[in-house]
C-alpha cells in the first residue's frame, strides 16, 4: 500500500530565504507526483506535475524534482515571500487518471 | 470556464439527516473524485469515477454514496450522518494529468 510522507509537517522562515520542502513514498511504481498548494479555507491549487520519466519541472519561483529510485521528491521556492505562506501537500498516481494519493502536507509561513 | 463548482460551501446536519452535495465540471473530464480533508490530515479519497456510469470506492466509502449518470456531475450522498463525517469535501477532476479542485464544501454533524 503507497505511504507519502511530508515532513516537516510545519515550518517558518524569514523573507528571502530559499527552502526545500520534502515529500516522500513507499512504492516507487507511481505514474506521476503532483504538488499542491493549499490556502487557509480554500482548495487546492496546483502548482506542478512530474511525470516518472522526468526529473524535475519549474515554474517561476518553484522547482520540483523526483527521484523514483528513492522514492523522493522535493519541492524548492527560492526568495520566499509572506505570500508564499500557505499549506503544501504532494500526491502520487499510479496510473492514468488513477486515484491520488496526499500526503499529510507542510504548513509553510514566511514571515516578514 | 467556472472549473469544478461545488454546492452548498456549508451545511449543518443533525445527526441521522441525509443530504446529497453537488459537484459540477464544465471541462468535459473524464476522471472525477471526493476526497475529504479532516483537520492536520491530508486528504482521503471517499469515491471516484473513471465516466459516466462507472464509479468505484476509494480508502474511506463506509456511509456515503455516489452516482454518474453525466460527464459533467458527480454528486456525494450521505446518508443517515454521524458527527464522524464532520469534514470538509472536496470534489476534483482531470482527464490524466494536472487535477482541478472545487473550493470545497464544510459539513457539520451535530
Known amino acids: 500500500k503507497q505511504e507519502v510522507t511530508q515532513i516537516p509537517a510545519a515550518l517558518s522562515v524569514p523573507e528571502g530565504e530559499n527552502l526545500v520542502l520534502n515529500c516522500s513514498f513507499t512504492?516507487?511504481?507511481?505514474?506521476?507526483l503532483q504538488w499542491f498548494r493549499q490556502d487557509p479555507g480554500k482548495g487546492l491549487t496546483s502548482l506542478l506535475l512530474i511525470q516518472s520519466s522526468q526529473r524535475e519541472q519549474t515554474s517561476g519561483r518553484l522547482n520540483a524534482s523526483l527521484d523514483k529510485s528513492s522514492g523522493r521528491s522535493t519541492l524548492y521556492i527560492a526568495a520566499s515571500q509572506p505570500g508564499d505562506s500557505a499549506t503544501y501537500l504532494c500526491a502520487v498516481s499510479h496510473n492514468q487518471g488513477g486515484k491520488l494519493i496526499f500526503g499529510q502536507g507542510t504548513e509553510l509561513s514566511v514571515k516578514p | 470556464n467556472a472549473g469544478v463548482t461545488q454546492t452548498p460551501k456549508f451545511r449543518i446536519l443533525k445527526i441521522g439527516q441525509s443530504m446529497t452535495l453537488q459537484c459540477t465540471q464544465d471541462m468535459n473530464h473524464n476522471y472525477m473524485y471526493w476526497y475529504r480533508q479532516d483537520p492536520g490530515m491530508g486528504l482521503k479519497l471517499i469515491y471516484y469515477s473513471v465516466g459516466a456510469g462507472i464509479t468505484d470506492k476509494g480508502e474511506v466509502p463506509n456511509g456515503y454514496n455516489v452516482s454518474r449518470s453525466t460527464t459533467e456531475d458527480f454528486p456525494l450522498r450521505l446518508e443517515l450522518a454521524a458527527p464522524s463525517q464532520t469534514s470538509v469535501y472536496f470534489c476534483?477532476?482531470?482527464?490524466?494529468?494536472?487535477?482541478?479542485f472545487g473550493e470545497g464544501s464544510r459539513l457539520t454533524v451535530l
Open positions: 476534483a477532476s482531470r482527464v490524466t494529468g494536472e487535477l482541478f
Open positions: 512504492d516507487s511504481a507511481i505514474y506521476n
